[in-house]
């Protein structure tokens, strides 16, 4: 899949170049949300379906990623997926309407998700099983650090160009990385096209996007109840259409084999709520420091800064925590950790000291990074090498709608705490936000039980083999 002319790793750094340009979209706009609502005339909270939107498409259409690029070719598939972004992020620069930004995300992401095939087909059908955590991890990193990135960035933009220009700054990129996915990307296609399993795939999406709007309805200032149980029903006879569907297929879209799996199956329930709970504090916390503390756009993502130096700094030590305190006991111990974190930022209030509050935005990323990666890493230690495109493909699809619940949770608790205090959320206090981060601490609870379910030596053949290089 990678070109003759130029060294693997050139394509591999390509990847991860595009997957930090598809996440940083997800969360870029947290702190530019107060201004685009102006723009808009809708509230800031509310907003935050800009994102879900366009972190369901990804979701929804990663899965059919991997069979477009066996039959088209992988470059075309990369190529025609670079310009869609692009195209899409020029539109949700120009848009002056709620319904045709939210169009425009969409497209976008649908643009983002076929960029998945490139980094599946590469890595994982070109990487030896003793290689393919550690090239993994390259891949993985930038959705873990566009997140918290994302804010500061939007933020800055925000502050001191306009909100716009957050979009515009993907038409650049988009041209540099087109350019080097001709030179580096092959156009090798499967000899043997697999069919797609259409109905799966229009279950499994219809599913989701029932869920996420349920979630929404909820999560609004005045949330419409019996339309939000009408989706969560429908949503839940959609998944069990998607899994019945999917045991008949000849090419299931949902690998419900490797579910048998127990750490791929624990990285996909309790990992997912690990997730959800880490993808929260992106959106919350700029908000939070917007609305309550008085600081700027900039001000505010910057402090998110300090997430990302945690999340850095632990990629030295990863390895070494790892093989010291395995699996098991990071994925417990850990979680623990992030919940308690979390409810740190319950604390935090305007005359709170600035090196408290990074110190504790410091220490909150050091546990997403550990907590982050070994979720990723321990998904895969026990799946064949045969399976590894079918269980990748979905399991990256979930851990795109985790990311989308985030959000979509963080404004719902954001919906309950100012209900309870008998508020809107235009009039959203600091004790909102601190019952919001209370709500959702209790995540990573669920997925502390998890991983207490994992057998104790559960992926030590890996700490022996690659992280042990």
């Known amino acids: 899949m990678t070109s003759r002319r130029f060294h693997p790793t050139y394509t591999v750094l390509l990847v991860a170049g595009t997957f930090f340009m598809e996440n940083l979209d997800g969360t870029v706009i947290v702190t530019a949300l107060p201004q685009m609502a102006k723009a808009f005339h809708v509230d800031a909270i509310n907003l935050n379906v800009g994102m879900t939107a366009y972190l369901l498409a990804l979701a929804i259409f990663i899965p059919i990623s991997g069979w477009v690029a066996d039959r088209m070719g992988a470059r075309t598939v990369f190529l025609s997926a670079i310009s869609l972004f692009t195209f899409a992020s020029l539109i949700c620069g120009i848009t ?52 918290v990135l994302g804010p500061p960035i939007g933020g800055f933009i925000t502050s001191y160009l306009n909100w716009r220009w957050i979009f515009y700054l993907n038409l650049p990129l988009g041209i540099i990385a087109l350019l080097l996915a001709r030179l580096l990307i092959d156009n090798d296609k499967e000899h043997e096209t697999r069919s797609f399993d259409w109905k799966t795939f229009l279950c499994f999406g219809g599913a989701c996007t029932a869920f996420l709007y349920a979630l929404e309805a909820c999560g609004v200032d005045h949330p419409d109840y019996a339309r939000a149980g009408l989706s969560l029903a429908l949503s839940a006879v959609l998944a069990w259409l998607a899994l019945r569907f999917s045991r008949t297929s000849s090419s299931p879209l949902i690998d419900l084999e490797s579910f048998k799996i127990k750490t791929y199956a624990s990285s996909m329930s309790g990992g997912s709520a690990a997730r959800v709970a880490i993808s929260v504090a ?3 916390l700029p908000l939070m420091f917007e609305s309550a503390f008085h ?36 994925l417990v111990g850990n979680g623990l950790l992030v919940g308690v974190t979390s409810l740190l930022f319950c ?3 305007p005359t709170t000291p600035k090196l408290i509050i990074l110190g504790i935005l410091f220490i909150s990323g050091l546990t997403r990074s550990m907590q982050f990666t070994a979720v990723y890493t321990l998904a895969f230690a026990d799946v064949p090498k045969q399976r590894l495109s079918a269980a990748n493909s979905f399991f990256s699809a979930m851990v795109q709608l985790s990311m989308s619940m985030g959000i979509a949770v963080g404004a719902l608790a954001m919906h309950a705490a100012t209900f309870l205090h008998g508020r809107s959320n235009e009039t959203a206090t600091l004790a909102d936000f601190h019952l919001a981060f209370l709500f959702t601490a209790s995540l990573s609870l669920f997925a502390v039980v998890d991983a207490l379910f994992l ?11 690659t992280l042990a290089r």
Do not use: C
Request: glycine share 8%; no cysteine; proline share 6%.
């Open 96 to 147: 002056h309407t709620l319904p045709a930004f939210l169009a425009a995300r969409v497209l976008q992401g649908v643009g983002g998700a076929m960029m998945v095939p490139v980094g599946r087909l590469v890595v994982l059908r070109n990487t030896e099983k003793s290689d393919l955590v550690r090239a993994l991890a390259y891949v993985a990193w930038p959705g873990l650090l566009a997140p």
């Open 282 to 284: 992106p959106f919350l």
């Open 295 to 330: 600081m700027t756009e900039f001000q505010a993502g910057s402090y998110l800064l300090a997430l990302f130096a945690g999340n850095f700094m632990l990629k030295f030590f990863t390895t070494r925590l790892l093989r010291h305190f395995r699996f098991k006991a990071i």
């Open 347 to 349: 604390v935090l209030t």
């Open 455 to 465: 057998a104790p030596n559960a992926g030590d053949h890996l700490l022996e083999t």
